[in-house]
């Protein structure tokens, strides 16, 4: 069973900065994490793309978040990263990991996402 496993949310002063991990796992040697992007959903709102990489690194930003947010990934761990720099309150939100697991021969692909961790942004 695929897991996606995320770290780093918590409480924060609004202009400080966390960083988010995401971790996937449990997928077989026969397939290989191609996109991974992280989303959030504040309350009451639909669940928006915050930003994205490939397995190359070219990177996708929401215009809210350019500039303060950088996504980075490491291959080897199959990990992604989200760097949040002068967060502000309407950051506050339930963060989640999303990875696109595609098999290494073909084009069988399956999406997956994180339980979510929660970024606290006060005022």
């Known amino acids: 069973q695929v897991q996606l496993v995320e770290s780093g949310g918590g409480l924060v002063q609004a202009g400080g900065s966390l960083t988010l991990s995401c971790a996937a796992s449990?997928?077989?040697?026969?397939?290989?994490?191609?996109?991974m992007g992280w989303y959030r959903q504040a309350p009451g709102k639909q669940r928006v793309l915050v930003a994205s990489?490939?397995?190359?690194?070219?990177?996708n930003y929401a215009d809210s978040v350019k500039g303060r947010f950088t996504i980075s990934r490491d291959n080897a761990k199959n990990m992604v990263y989200l760097q949040m720099n002068s967060l502000k309150p309407e950051d506050t939100a339930v963060y989640y990991c999303?990875?696109?697991?595609?098999?290494?021969?073909?084009?069988?692909?399956?999406?997956?996402w994180g339980q979510g961790t929660q970024v606290t942004v006060s005022s």
């Open positions: 449990e997928f077989g040697s026969a397939f290989r994490v191609n996109v």
């Open positions: 999303n990875a696109d697991i595609t098999s290494r021969v073909g084009t069988t692909s399956y999406n997956y």
């Open positions: 990489i490939t397995r190359g690194s070219s990177t």
